[in-house]
């Protein structure tokens, strides 16, 4: 039996990128393979939960709450596709809608689950602010994979980032689809006149390349929701 460990089963509202305030169900799974410099999400082990056990908890929120969408997030919940894909199995009709927020990375892992996705959050790792190795390759893949999918972009913008990663964040963006919306998180943590200025210089330079550049920070830490 398949397993994967899942550190919260929760239900609130989507606080980043253009689907703020619907809300959903999250199942995070624990375990990343990246590890940013700027991570808000507390390392936890995690419960191992089956693919039935795991659709039960999230059909009993599903009925409690009214809930748009299942939102896999973490962590990466793309490092257990075999997982994922028996998982998302279990949906039989098209709702809850089942959003994916990942890393951006793992691209031969999305294509195990692509036609299961509606939706697809995906982050482009600015080294700049990661500080951590680039991951430009990985990234074209990736979004190549989402061609035809719902999808949009995410750079987390810090005091460290610079223009140059966001102008190549932007241009790999336009090589592949230029009208895939680009969304600029400014580090919450590190919010202040400064920051604010970077982030709209970013959003001048990304302008250059991409269609649709939004600068929206993260709404739930605003709100106080998990």
Known sequence: MITAPVSEIF????????????????????????????????PRPGRQYSAIALWQRVQALCRRYPVHSLSLTGGEPLQYPEFLAEFLSLRTGKKPYVY???????????RKIRSRVDIVAMDIKLPSATKTRDYWREHACFLRECRGKTVFVKAVITRSTTQQDVERAARLIRKIDRQTMLVLQPHAGQWGPRLRDKIQQCAV????????????????KLLGVP
Do not use: K
């Open 11 to 42: 239900y609130s509202i989507q606080g980043e990128g253009p689907w703020v305030g619907v809300p959903q169900v999250f199942v995070r799974f624990s375990g990343c393979d990246v590890g940013c410099a700027f991570c808000d999400t507390t």
């Open 100 to 110: 994916l927020e990942t890393n951006g990375i793992l691209y031969h892992a999305l």
């Open 205 to 220: 330079t990304a302008g250059r390349y991409v269609t649709d550049v939004r600068i929206i920070p993260q709404m739930h």
